[in-house]
């Protein structure tokens, strides 16, 4: 007796689908799994048999062989359990052999036949759908796969039998909550430092990379920290993306989801496989977590030499991929980087009584760090210079978060409408080659000083099409059809403002 289930394993953000084959031939009793299973797959037959014996389902004294295909396929986690259990529970005439090949299986079972949620609910649901069919999960993931389809979420083993039985329905799960807390951090909170909330504005705008290189208690982190008051709100279709890479790694809480832009600042001990993805399972890094949110990381020369070089291809890119023996998974990444850095090891460069005697080699060696290549991808450096004592009595000048962040949206609708037709394409920072100079190339004046600047300051090809990007959104901010001097100065102001000059 042959029968089958179907379930997922996970590429990436994408779940291909899995065929489970229950196969019960005459034979010294064994019970065998195949298929480049894991440790957590292998396990999975005395967790089903442990499950199976508290419902009193006597297994047959025969072979008993579940083949996981296609057999080249890694499969990892406890959620092909449930599949296991429903495809032998098919070949047993238990469940009607029909039904469990219609059906997508996806949970971990407990030694006592409860099923346990597991991470990916969101993306199993999507190829649920693609195929054609129903998703069977643990109730506890039920909120979360509802936002694709209907699901059907059971408690346990022996409701789903009962369902497939007849004698009880499950009834559909019901989507989670959207939620969108506000943001309890103002700019206004901020005392000074107008010029470094300008750049913020400007990188919102166009979601452009920024770095904020001041004196320690200058207001650096303060500021990254107001960056989600000031971001619009997530578009439909990048809520659900996000979700899913926040699915995969079990981050979605009550099967809701946020259409607030994620905000991650690892701390810069993290290791290589935190920051870019990797470890056990493969499983997405802080920049695909931070995906169409802010990456922010403080401490930016601390981080070790390995992280920082490997984000240069990411930050092109939008994507990165993490190779293993067998297989690449791709995640997406499409993140504002956010970086902040102190000017030397001590932070007190500018400082005659507090900087040390190796002024200025320290801070050229401290900032060194930083390479050329990972510096030239950065699109605005702000210095943040040290706020006098006298200037925390003063009242807040400058904007609150609201008020810049409908600038920041009415720039973005902006970008949305000119890019409606260019795939891939949604603000102002993903642009290149023949869309960048349609939209940014400088007149005969704009030229000149893009001439002068290049002459004195070494700019590269890359940073000269970053100068037209932050021009461009600086253009937009301020309401204008095309991109003139006074914007193109200030885009050249941030970039041979703080840090490295080209």
Not at 182 to 198: H, I, N, T, Y
Not at 374 to 379: F, S, T
Not at 425 to 434: F, L, P, Q, S, Y
Request: aromatic share 4%; charged share 20%; net charge neutral.
């Amino acid at each position: 007796m042959v029968a089958h289930a179907y379930t997922v394993a996970f590429e990436g953000i994408e779940a291909r689908m899995v065929e489970v084959q229950c196969a019960i031939s005459p034979g010294m009793p064994s019970f065998a799994i195949v298929g480049l299973p894991d440790k957590a797959v292998s396990e999975a037959r005395e967790r089903v048999r442990s499950a199976l014996t508290t419902m009193a389902i006597a297994l047959p004294s025969k072979r008993i062989t579940i083949n996981l295909s296609p057999a080249d396929l890694p499969k990892e986690g406890s959620h092909f359990d449930l599949p296991i259990a429903l495809a032998l529970l098919a070949a047993l005439d238990i469940v009607p052999p029909d039904d469990a090949a219609r059906t997508v299986a996806f949970g971990e079972l407990s030694l006592t036949g409860a099923l346990v949620p597991v991470a990916g609910a969101l993306p199993a649901a999507m190829a649920a759908a693609t195929e054609g069919r129903t998703l069977l999960c643990p109730e506890a993931s039920g909120p979360e796969a509802a936002w694709v389809d209907a699901a059907n979420a059971a408690p346990s083993l022996a409701a789903a039998i009962r369902h497939f039985s007849g004698a009880e329905t499950i009834g559909p799960a019901r989507p989670g909550d959207i939620t969108r807390p506000p943001s309890s951090r103002d700019l206004l909170d901020v005392k000074g430092q107008e010029r470094a909330k300008r750049a913020l504005e400007i990188a919102a705008a166009g979601r452009h990379h920024a770095i904020l290189i001041g004196p320690p208690g200058s207001g650096k982190s303060m500021l990254a920290a107001r960056i989600p008051g000031i971001l619009p709100p997530l578009t439909a279709p990048e809520a659900l993306e996000t979700s899913m890479i926040h699915s995969l790694s079990g981050l979605i809480d009550g099967g809701g989801i946020s259409r607030t832009r994620p905000f991650r600042e690892p701390h810069h001990t993290a290791s290589m496989a935190a920051i870019v993805g990797g470890g056990r399972g493969a499983k997405p890094g802080e920049i695909s977590l931070a995906h169409n949110g802010v990456l922010f990381m403080d401490e930016f020369p601390e981080f070790s030499h390995t992280v920082l070089e490997t984000l240069r291809q990411p930050i092109e890119t939008g994507e990165v991929v993490v190779a293993r023996a067998n297989a690449h998974i791709r995640y997406p990444c499409r993140f504002m980087l956010v970086a902040a850095a102190n000017p030397c090891k001590c932070g007190y460069l500018a400082d005659p009584a507090r900087a040390c005697a190796r002024v200025p080699q320290c801070g050229e060696d401290y900032l060194g760090r930083i390479s050329g290549p990972l510096m030239d991808r950065i699109d605005l450096r702000v210095d943040v210079p040290p706020v006098a004592f006298g200037d925390l009595d003063l009242p807040s000048a400058g904007d609150p978060s609201a008020t810049v962040a409908a600038r920041v949206a009415a720039a973005r609708d902006v970008q949305s409408r000119r890019f409606a037709d260019q795939e891939g394409i949604t603000v102002n920072a993903d642009t290149e080659g023949r869309i960048l100079e349609e939209i940014a190339t400088p007149d005969a004046e704009g030229r000149a000083l893009l001439t002068r600047v290049a002459d004195r300051f070494g700019l590269t090809a890359r940073g000269y099409h970053r100068i037209l990007r932050v021009a461009r959104t600086i253009a937009d901010l301020g309401g204008s059809d095309a991109v003139r001097v006074p914007h193109l100065a200030e885009a050249v102001s941030y970039r041979v403002g703080a840090g490295h000059t080209r």
